[in-house]
């Protein structure tokens, strides 16, 4: 667990958090309309499926509140 914890902070710390408009930002960055970054928000399970379909490689997360993490 302690790892996990290690490894998703890691990621939100370098990562800019864009919400509730992740789909729409990840879509950006990988049709080259949007600066290429790190990026962290919410999306839905349909969401993550369209991205995968159109080959937009995303990593879920379990949502955990810090207090999970400790």
Do not use: C, W
């Not at 408009?21 to 969401?47: C, L, M, V």
């Amino acid at each position: 667990m302690a790892a996990y914890r290690q490894l998703v902070s890691a990621l939100i710390a370098n990562s800019e958090d864009v919400g509730k408009s992740f789909a729409a930002e990840a879509r950006k960055i990988h049709y080259q309309e949007a600066p290429s970054r790190a990026i962290h928000g919410d999306a839905t399970a349909n969401d993550l499926e369209s991205l995968a379909e159109e080959g937009i490689a995303v990593m879920h997360l379990p949502n955990l509140e810090d207090k999970d993490l400790n």
